[in-house]
């Protein structure tokens, strides 16, 4: 959507200033990554939180530049941009995000983190929260010292912080086979995902489209497709990276005794484990499930309740219950 963009030059920085917005959410951050096509700029805060704003204007926005930022939240974790002003520079910054891919042979970490897939460059492959050694793997979830000297971030430090089972990768849509996808994400890399036996392509979905999908991460690093749609489609499914979780609205497509399958309006359905029969509920409801990551990447329902009437609820917690209950994954 195009919109009337005003640009307006101060004694403190560039001020970008778009129609207002409510219920905006402000932030101070560094430019950490930016994408001009896609039209967003990624920025860390303190403490390592990342945020993708969105903006007509991101091409005037450098590595390393502070931002102050007002902006509308999206349903994919982004940012609507409502006005972002420039306020100096920083030569580094604290980044929390999860390992994509490792490319060994180019020194360089694929990451995601607040709706954005980016690279950052790295001399090293020394963790420091672990008194072992090992190469970043996917799924790792990280904190680094980014230098913000160069044109590509320098991880000049990688603390492992934990495992993730599923992740966000967003990226362009570059190979379909019947057993896999490739995408290619951060202009650096490319990323193969595996496709789940039965597993449909949304309608519509072509090569060289750019897109978001949510993965399981296996024990062996395998990324396993479990959602994917359009990068321009912001309303079906959200997931919280800390929280190692999925959230889709969705129509109930299949129930068993094991198992739960919502389809949401434009994203192809997502089966989720139960640990229990659920009750209240029946194949044709419109709701919000939450679904967790277990082991292997399986999902499992932890929340569920009736998208058209609030007061409709019923959260089960399938934490540590049901293992192998679904066989969708």
Known sequence: MKRMLVLLFAVTGLLVAVSPASAATAWKGVVVAKDVKRGTVVTASAGGAVRTARSANVHVFKIGQRLDVRGTALADGTFRAATVKANGRARTAKVKAVVVRWQKAQKRLLVSAGGSTFALSRTATRTLASSSEHAPRPGDQIMATVSLTTATPLATSVSTLGRLGVLEVEGILTKIEAASIELVVAKAGFVTLALPAGFVLPAG??????????????????????????????????????E?????????????????????????????????????????????????????????????????????DDDDDHRGHGKGGGDDH
């Open 205 to 242: 979905l072509a090569q060289f489209d750019a897109v978001k999908a949510h993965v399981a991460v296996g024990t062996d690093g395998k990324l396993t497709l479990l959602s994917i749609r359009s990068d321009d489609d912001n309303d079906q499914v959200d997931e919280d990276e800390d």
């Open 244 to 312: 190692d979780e999925i959230e889709v609205t969705g129509t109930i497509t299949a129930l068993s005794d094991t198992s739960i399958t919502v389809t949401p309006r434009s994203s192809p359905p997502l089966t989720c484990a139960l640990s229990k029969p659920l009750t209240g509920f029946a194949v044709g409801d419109l709701v919000e499930i939450e679904c967790t990551s277990g082991t292997a990447g399986v999902l499992r329902l932890e929340e569920i309740k009736h998208e058209d009437n609030d007061d409709e």
